[in-house]
């Protein structure tokens, strides 16, 4: 099949390069040329500008958005419609905010163009083991993508079948799935990031007690000589919490167990704080979810308002001194 694709970063790059190996023809434009001409030396159809892209597809078109989420996706989206033809189909495989999809699914219904949202997670190993793919959008034009769809995602795989599940249902342990209407794909994935969120949290804290059981700072009866990278590497093996990402944190720790090339100020997507909004908007409780997303504001903070209102609490009730700059002594 066909598909052109605006915005050749890690991914982007990535999503081109699998449909090349599954023998699709692909299209690509970045505003870098350097990254078309990498392609274009890989097998892609390097062009100029987005007008070639278009330019060079058949109708009924499909163009996939890899872009930031916000202004250049919007950009990008209002200069493809006017460009594309009714029938046409636009995909962003970025990280947007469902209720924008739902809006610009309706603009573009306007226009009779179609509009896809494809959350898209599988990050900079998506070119080896494929890309999980959560896909909003109408039904007969995921159907009629499906080969492009099947060819991204990681296939079935060495992973053990679910036991109960409908053999008939195969996208899903495939890889991939069709969530529901324009919205839903990246409403799944904005889930999913904010799981993401609770499980590295219970990750690092869970190291976090490890380490400070084998600090220096213990008085040697109270001190475990622990090995973080063979308590990752063992968990990793047999354990109910082995997954994906205590694999990377083995690896990680494996290479340098003092982590000394991490600052330890950790960024946070948009897409965590989506889920939490959305989650109040629904009344569903998510302490977990929230307090890893605050976990990671406080990371960026030498000691926040609220922890010096804590120690002038303490102070005032118990005389805790916790000046470690004034000379006091630490309780």
């Not at 109708?59 to 989420?69: K, S, T």
């Not at 995921?142 to 409908?166: E, H, N, S």
């Not at 904005?190 to 380490?211: C, P, R, S, T, W």
């Not at 001194?321 to 004034?326: N, P, R």
Request: glycine fraction near 14%; proline fraction near 5%; include cysteine.
């Amino acid at each position: 099949m066909q598909l052109g694709i605006v915005g050749l970063g890690r991914m982007g790059a990535n999503i081109a390069r699998r449909l090349l190996r599954g023998q699709h023809e692909v299209v690509v434009y970045n505003r870098s040329p350097d990254k078309v001409r990498e392609l274009a030396g890989e097998g892609a159809q390097g062009v100029a500008s987005v007008e070639e892209v278009v330019g060079r597809l058949q109708a009924p078109r499909a163009v996939w958005i890899m872009l930031p989420a916000g202004e250049a996706t919007e950009q990008m989206i209002a200069t493809l419609a006017g460009l594309l033809s009714p029938g046409d189909v636009i995909i962003d495989g970025g990280n947007t905010f469902y209720k924008d999809d739902i809006r610009r699914a309706g603009e573009l219904a306007a226009r009779q163009l179609h509009y896809m949202d494809v959350g898209t997670s599988g990050g900079v190993w998506g070119l080896e083991r494929g890309y999980c793919l959560m896909i909003g959008g109408p039904a007969a034009v995921v159907d009629r993508l499906d080969p492009l769809f099947d060819t991204l995602a990681p296939g079935y795989g060495t992973i053990p079948r679910t036991p109960g599940r409908d053999p008939a249902r195969s996208r899903a342990e495939r890889g991939y799935i069709h969530a529901g209407p324009a919205g839903a794909g990246h409403f799944v994935k904005m889930v999913h990031n904010g799981i993401e969120y609770g499980l590295m949290q219970a990750y690092a804290e869970g190291f976090d007690i490890l380490k400070t059981k084998s600090s220096d700072s213990l008085p040697a009866a109270e001190r475990f000589d622990i090995d973080l990278a063979d308590v990752a590497e063992v968990w990793r093996r047999g354990s109910v919490v082995s997954s994906w990402l205590l694999d990377l944190t083995a690896q990680a720790l494996a290479g340098d167990v003092a982590l000394s090339r991490f600052p330890g100020e950790v960024a946070d997507s948009g897409e965590g704080r989506w889920t939490i909004d959305a989650a109040v908007e629904q009344a569903v409780p998510v302490p977990v979810l929230s307090s890893a997303l605050f976990a990671r504001f406080r990371s960026r903070q030498d000691h926040t308002y609220g922890e010096k209102l804590l120690s002038a609490m303490r102070f005032g009730f118990g005389g805790h001194v916790e000046y470690v700059t004034g000379g006091g002594e630490k309780p």
